[in-house]
Structure formats: C-alpha cells, structure tokens
C-alpha cells in the first residue's frame, strides 16, 4: 500500500509563487518514479513534471523555465516550486508515483491564479 497526501495549494495572483508538497507513506520503497499532474475544468489531466532518484528530473513544455520539481528523501517528500504563475496554471494538481507496476495517486490540491 502507497499513499500519497498533496498540500500547499491555495491562491496567488499572476506573476507570484507557490510551492506544493506531496508526503509519500506506506510501501514506499516500491516507488520509482514521483511526479506532477494537473487537471483544469473542461480539460484532460495534463503531465507536469517527474522526478526519478536524486536529479532526473522533466517537464512539460508549458512550465518548463517556471517550475521546479526536487524530493526530500528524509521526509519521503517531493515539491513542486511553482514560479512566474499565470492564470492558466489554474488547475487542480495531483502527486503521482509508480512502481514497475502500479500506479499511485493522491487526492488533488486546488491552485487558483488571479489576474
């Protein structure tokens, strides 16, 4: 068993920041790979960004340049440092994780940019 508890969502006006949080607990050593996905009304779920071990890192080409995505091995927690927002970032944001053979979701956290 996997869970994984998003936080940090909220809102901020175009052009600030914000930093989201994703703590991993159960069967963790299971997991490969982390990462980021978002979801806006009237769309499908997108790819953010992912994380593999310590520095394989990747992004989307619309975030690419704004955010970063990096892990806390201690903490067994990923972050996702959301710069430069623009109100099409405007999303609903889900943790992610995989083995080599499921795949693992939290339950979203709301991020909402104002113009």
């Known amino acids: 068993q996997v869970q994984l508890v998003e936080s940090g969502g909220g809102l901020v006006q175009a052009g600030g920041s914000l930093r989201l949080s994703c703590a991993a607990s159960?069967?963790?050593?299971?997991?490969?790979?982390m990462g980021w996905y978002r979801q806006a009304p009237g769309k499908q779920r997108e790819w953010v960004a992912s994380?593999?071990?310590?520095?394989?890192?990747n992004y989307s080409d619309s975030v690419k340049g704004r955010f970063i995505i990096s892990r806390d091995n201690a903490k067994n927690t990923i972050y996702l440092q959301m710069n430069s927002l623009k109100p099409e970032d405007t999303a609903v944001y889900y943790c992610?994780?995989?083995?080599?053979?499921?795949?693992?979701w939290g339950q979203g956290t709301q991020v909402t940019v104002s113009s």
């Open positions: 992610w994780g995989s083995d080599k053979t499921d795949d693992y």
């Open positions: 159960g069967s963790i050593v299971r997991i490969i790979a």
């Open positions: 994380i593999v071990s310590d520095s394989i890192t």
